[in-house]
């Protein structure tokens, strides 16, 4: 009874000292007025504790830092479009493995349930191309009706899936991971019942345009306000958004050098995601196999019966092989990746040596006649558009919307006498790249990386670069989705 006792005075002790020290607590005051904050006496400015980002579904961190971009070995083709210089790319998320069917079929699904009924067309425009799989001198019509919707293929790549497409994709998955982070912390409940416009959308819920079936909202500091409100992107309980990762960024993660650093040096470089040149492991259980899918020679896309080399004559599923020193899946082999940039074969030569990309089209967010943002669109979204030049005439780090031809592609790049009374606001590419004349390069074309099943080994080594236009799809080009990280490079802080 006496040892009882003792135990719950420890208890009750240890409870009212945990009260005391969190009534003792220094509130949180500004270092430059001295004001306390997230106190509604004064107005109630809030401020949100300073939390590491939560890694969002499916995505791996990405230790940023410099590297060498470029090819690693010489080209056979001669094309020398990547020649290797030195660049920095910050921390950054990047999908685990590539999207799947699976994961594209939810997309579909979704589109089907909210725009199905009034937009058809939309749900029509986001499905995959599956006749991508139709070869003239091949037999292929059982993948054209199975590959995309069979159970058996839920987990390998989604292809046919052209850059559009995988763009449209990414916002779709932005918006479904916050909604869901708002109804998991309380804030809105589950509605079924979305419809056209009426559908959660990160940008219209910030805007005050999407209320959404409250639950029970966020608590509202400002003494004249209702108490509750909606939650602000400086609440830091939203992510930024999923899209695909740049050229430089995949590059950087496909290398996954981090395995081959000490003291701030790397002591190997790479020709591809793994150490050494040959494409085979050493692991004595999978020994001779190769560690990557992609076609061995002609005729030969998997090997021999009995003993197959990567037991692949298609895309395998997504999580199929070794993953690199980052722990990523098939950044060589399976299936190549559309990447955010514009394709130019002069890229290399002029972006940037910090977060390179070429691409860039600046907008703003439209506004309606009194300067409020202008209500959003029939499918629920906030609308954009281009910046004007009068809104960029007085600004010194670029001075149009579109930079897509900046350098490469401009009228001032090209070789033309006259190439000082070209118009400032030129943005046709057409004095250099005459698509369909000289060229097969337009401002349509985009960065493809890695290799496929159906590419040779030269194609497994990251630096290597295609381009195919953005409307456009393959059996061969499947994607996956980036994200920026947000404060330190690292967890813990720098």
Known sequence: MFKMNKLFLIVVGLVLLTIFSTSCKPKQRSRTTGWEYNNPKNGGFEVAQSDEQITGPGLVLIEGGTFTMGSTSETPFYEWDNSPRKVTVSSFYIDQTEVSNIAYLEYIFWLNRVYGQSYPLVVQNALPDTLVWRDRLAYNE??????FRHPSYQNYPVVGVSWVQANDFASWRSDRVNEGLLIDAGILDFDPDQVDENNFNTD???AG????????????LDPNGTGVRNVRFEDGLLLPNYRL???????????????NTL????????QYPWNGSGI???ETKYYGSFVANFKIGSGDYMGVAGNLNDGASIPASVGS????DYGIYNMAGNVSEW???????????FVSDFNPYRGNVFKNVKKDIDGGIAPKDSLGRIVYENITPEEAASRKNYRKADNVNYRDGDYQSGIRADWLDGEEEETDSKSMYDYGQTTLISDKARVVKGGSWDDGVYYLSPGTRRFLNEDESASTIGFRCAMIRVGSAIPGGN
């Open 142 to 147: 059982p993948l054209v009706q199975t590959y």
């Open 204 to 206: 219209a819920y910030l």
């Open 209 to 220: 345009q999407y209320a959404g079936l409250v639950k029970e909202g966020k608590k509202d």
């Open 245 to 259: 990762p740049t050229e430089a960024e995949w590059e950087y993660a496909a290398l996954g050098l981090v395995g």
């Open 263 to 270: 003291y701030n040096r790397v002591v190997e470089r790479r």
């Open 280 to 282: 085979r492991t050493d």
């Open 321 to 324: 092989y070794w993953p690199n």
């Open 339 to 349: 990447v955010l940039d514009v394709y130019r074969p002069m890229t290399p030569e």
